[in-house]
Each structure stands twice: as C-alpha cells, then as structure tokens.
C-alpha cells in the first residue's frame, strides 16, 4: 500500500518537461521509452478500483477496434506520433491509478454535462469506472452529510495525491458570502483552498473556472475570479471554454497517466495540445476569408453558401481552441459548422468582450498584435502586455487586471 501510494505522489509532483524545439525521431524515441517505463511502473501499482478495463467495455458493446480508433484520434489530440497510439491505449487502462476530486462553484454544470455525454469509451468507463473519482456533487449517489463525509475521506486517504477539477467561478468580493457549500457554510474560496491544498495538482475546467466567465461578467456582484487568481503554490492546468470540450479533459488526465509530467502549457496556463493554435487555423470556411468573401448579413448569398462569418463576429482569429478539430456530439458538428460565428468562449472575458452578434468593425476591440497570423504564445502575450499584466506563468493568472484596464478603457471611449 506504501509502494502504491508513493507512486501516486511521484506521478502528480514531477513537473513539466522543457520544451523541445527542434523535435525528431531520436526525441519521440526518447520520450516514447520514458512513457513505457512510467506505464510498467503505474501496472505495477496496485488500482485503487479493481475494474477489468476491457470487460467494462465489452459490456457497453465497445470492441478492440472501436477502442483502438479512440485512442489513436486521442494520440493525434494530444500531438503525439502514431506510434504513442499503443502506449495511450494502455494509459486508458491505467486511470484507475488516478485517483480524482471533482468540485463545482459558481457554475451551471455544462462541464460536467459535457463529460456526460463525452464520445470513445463513455463517461462511465472513462471516469466513474477506470478513473478513480472519488467525489461529484452531480454525479455521487449520497447527499447531505454523507456526501460531506465521503469528500473528507477522500481528502484524507489521498492527502497530497489526487487530482483536483473546479468548476466554476470563485466569488472573493463583498458577495462571497452569498456562496456557501455544506452543511458548515464554508464560503466557496475557503472550499476551494481547503481542497486545493492537499491536492497534488489542479485542473479548472470551463471559462468560468479558468477565467471567471459569465459569474465575473460586468457588473460581477460577487467578485468572481478564475482559479489562477486565487491558487498559490501548486500545478495548475486550464481548461477553458463554454463548456469545456470533453476531449481536452480526458487528454489532460490521460498526458499525467502516460507521461507523469504537467502539459506544455501556454502563457494562460492552457494545454498546448488542445489550445496551441487558433480556431481560424483549421477553420472550413478559411478559404472563404482567405479569398474575401464574407456573410454580409444573415441569410444572404453568402450564408447560404457558407461564406466567412468574420464580418458577422465571428472571433475565430483570435481564439485559440481546437473546436474546429475536436469538435462536439461525438465529432458531428461545432458552432461554425451550423452558421453560429465563435464567440471566443475560451478567451480571458469572453462574455463582456466577445459574445455578440455584430460586424467586427463595429465591435471597437483592439486587433491583435501581429495581426491573425501570430502564434498562441506570441498573442497570450500580447494581450497580457496591454493589459499591463506581469507574464510569468503563474502571474498570468491576474487577467482581472485586464478586464479592469479594458473596463477604463471602455468608460473612457
């Protein structure tokens, strides 16, 4: 029990790995014998749910080769040759050794309604029965106090080993007191902090989590900030967007099992796997904007011929998501897909900045430094240096300073 618990501790405190810019074969080969030697360390751990993976999925009707197609879109996902599609195979056997907290706050539960209906291996193999959740308020059978105990024993069992989700804003003004949880009326920061210090690491999950979102939309009565604004001292991994894409969840927890090392992350503390380039990237309609032919108006010849909706607000060059790849209802479709321009959901105050319907020239936001052509990294920072924000990793969770400067900004227009 000793042995298995080390390795737990081992697996959520290594740190991120230094980026290789010049990657090839002798790096994949490298890193490809560091993830089998990390998988035969993880099997040799004892789970702690005894769940035979396959027979979970024979008995939702899945087969080796539907799982097999999962995990080799998943290898794509997480920017990994074909060659990882083995080795992210058994990590997707492995979870069990994962062991998991999942807490909602200021939120609507789209993020976990989004992993309810998650496509490969469903939410009951994937999370409820391979990974080892161990606490969430929508989907735990108890209630009341017997819901409180179950938490306070997860938290003591895996002191300094779980693995941490939030969703959901964190009030921290004059309002927080209207957010309480439990029967002792622990206001959601002290919730929070309880948690998050015992945890091994943290993933916030959603736009309301990550940056605020719609409880931290103006006049934002309760202070609601994101989990970077709060969290001191521990890895963090943001998952951003309305709701988040069940995908890029499941990645997250996945890159941890198969590597035992925190994602690249970008200047907002967001996966570069799933955040490293802009919807406008990989967009369909791309060659429409490329050639200058735009929807006008709705339900003009452009509409129906599926024209660029950049004119018609459309925040694809400036957001950064792999919706255009990713996609949601098991792959069939995305809000461009259906005529719907992005509304930029996984950018810092989407809501305030960016959820409208209007021409973009009439939308008075600053053009991006460098325009649409620049990287993720080189547009992070450049949103953060107009906002005068400091751009270490962790520093760079003080968007609220952003939201502030645009908000005088906007007052002084």
């Known amino acids: ?19 290789d810019t010049n990657r090839g074969d002798a790096y994949y ?3 490809f014998q560091k993830c089998r030697a990390r998988l035969d360390e993880l099997r040799a751990m004892t789970p702690v749910n005894d769940v035979d993976f396959h027979e979970v999925l024979r008995e939702d009707g899945y087969g080796r080769r539907e799982f097999m197609k999962w995990a080799s879109a998943t290898t794509a996902a997480l920017m990994l040759p ?15 050794r994962v062991p998991v907290i999942w807490i909602e706050l200021q939120d609507c539960a789209g993020n976990s309604e989004a992993l309810l209906r998650s496509d490969g291996p469903k939410i009951d193999e994937i999370v409820l029965d ?35 989700f939030v969703e959901g ?34 993933v916030a999950v959603g736009s309301c989590a990550t940056y605020g979102g719609v409880p931290a939309a103006s006049p934002n009565p309760t202070g609601a900030v994101g989990v970077m604004d709060v969290l001191k001292g521990k890895p963090l991994i943001n998952i951003p967007a309305c709701p988040a894409n069940p995908a890029n969840m499941v990645g997250v927890v996945l890159h941890f099992v198969l590597t035992g090392q925190v994602p690249e992350l970008d200047s907002l503390l967001r996966p570069k796997f799933a955040f490293g380039y802009r919807i406008h990237d990989n967009c369909e309609r791309r060659a429409h904007f490329d050639a200058g032919e735009f929807v006008e108006e709705w339900g003009d010849v452009g509409a129906q011929n599926n024209f660029c909706l950049y004119k ?10 792999n919706c255009s790849i990713v996609r949601y209802n098991e792959g069939v479709n995305w809000p461009i897909g259906v005529g719907r321009g992005c509304i930029g959901c996984s950018e810092p105050d989407f809501w305030d900045k960016y959820a409208y319907e209007r021409p973009m020239a009439d939308a008075n936001i600053k053009a991006p430094t460098g325009g649409v052509e620049k990287s993720v990294d080189e547009f992070g920072l450049g949103l953060l240096s107009a906002a005068a924000v400091g751009i270490g990793i962790h520093a760079a969770a003080s968007v609220v300073a952003g ?11």
């Open 29 to 31: 080969q490298e890193l």
């Open 403 to 413: 939201k502030k400067s645009d908000d005088n900004e906007g007052a002084s227009s």
């Open 169 to 202: 804003a964190i009030p921290v003004g004059a309002g927080k007191e209207w957010c309480t949880i439990g029967a002792s009326g622990e206001t959601f920061l002290d919730h929070f902090q309880r948690l998050a210090k015992d945890a091994a690491a943290v």
């Open 130 to 164: 391979i990974i080892s959740l161990e606490f969430h308020e929508t989907l735990m059978a108890p209630s009341g106090h017997q819901a409180e105990k179950q938490l306070e024993d997860a938290i003591h069992h895996f002191k300094g080993k779980y693995l941490l």
């Open 82 to 96: 074909s060659m990882f599609t083995p080795l992210v195979a058994e990590a997707a056997e492995l979870m069990t």
């Open 1 to 19: 029990m000793t042995d298995r618990r080390e390795a737990v501790k081992k697996l959520f405190t290594a740190q991120s790995a230094q980026v």
């Open 312 to 321: 018609m607000g459309c925040k694809g060059p400036m957001t950064f998501n």
